[in-house]
């Protein structure tokens, strides 16, 4: 689909559901793209508790999605307008789930904060965006590590990633470690501000919020995930076991309930 300048995918199983629909958008992390929700796009209609409405996008320069003519528009902030504008074209919903993972849960937050009327719930997962534990810039690790890749730098990183790292055979090594080096993460971290880290903004939130972490996730600490859920009132925290900083990958299933049990909740 296209949603402005946005690519993404859809799957709504909504026809004739009326006012029970409920929409998610799903919203990637960093050197990643909106086919990461595969599992999750991809599950049949009978998996879904309540009619569902699915959206995943490409955040600008990331996927089949154009990059912003000015670098210094991929400020988180920035990132999250484009999204709010874009989600607008899409009729049938007036109000979302807003799903995020790593990165992209720092953009989801700041697409809560300023479009309250849009963000009807949130579902942090891994999140990154707090000042205190990650830098404002998100992990600086592996920020570096995506800045310039290599084979044993990446499977270092999925060893991280990764409750239980996946064998790979060289050449597909070598395929990851092209496609991250020409990614835009250089520019994705320069962009961004001091004054965008979350803390300040996230006891503000009323929303119902769900902060989701993989047990064995190395990559966003837990204190980071255990702080984010402090800060915002009544949000829930839950640690999947056996799963990493990819539950959309590792352990679509678990993730899965947490998506359908949101949609039980309405709003604060």
């Not at 210094?72 to 920035?78: A, G, I, P």
């Not at 920020?143 to 064998?167: G, H």
């Not at 919020?209 to 829930?236: H, Y």
Request: proline share 6%; aromatic share 8%.
């Amino acid at each position: 689909m296209r949603l402005d300048s946005l690519h993404g995918y859809e799957r709504n199983y909504c026809s004739n559901s009326g006012s029970d629909c409920q929409c998610y958008v799903l919203i990637h992390g960093l050197a990643d793209d909106a086919m990461t929700w595969r599992k999750i796009l991809l599950r049949p209609q009978t998996d879904w508790q309540k009619p569902t409405h699915l959206v995943a996008v490409d955040l600008p320069g990331f996927g089949k999605s154009a990059p912003p003519s000015d670098p210094s528009r991929y400020r988180v902030t920035e990132l999250a307008k484009t999204l709010g504008l874009a989600l607008d074209q899409v009729k049938s919903c007036a109000q979302w789930t807003v799903v995020g993972n790593s990165f992209g849960g720092w953009v989801a937050g700041w697409l809560a904060i300023q479009r309250p009327e849009l963000a009807r719930r949130l579902i942090f997962v891994g999140s990154s965006g707090l000042r205190a534990h990650q830098g404002v810039r998100g992990n600086n690790e592996t920020v570096e590590t995506f800045k310039a890749p290599s084979i044993e730098s990446m499977k270092e990183f999925q060893r991280k990633a990764y409750f239980k790292a996946r064998e790979l055979p060289p050449y597909v090594w070598e395929a990851v470690v092209k496609r991250v080096g020409q990614s835009n993460t250089a520019e994705v971290e320069k962009a961004q501000k001091a004054d965008d880290a979350l803390e300040t903004y996230l006891p503000s939130l009323r929303k119902p919020t769900f902060v989701f972490r993989g047990e064995a996730d190395q990559i966003v600490p837990r204190e980071a995930s255990q702080e984010m859920a402090k800060l915002i009132p009544g949000a829930v925290y839950f640690e999947a076991p056996k799963c990493g900083h990819l539950p959309q990958k590792e352990c679509p299933d678990a993730l899965m309930k947490i998506l359908n049990g949101m949609s039980s909740f309405g709003s604060i």
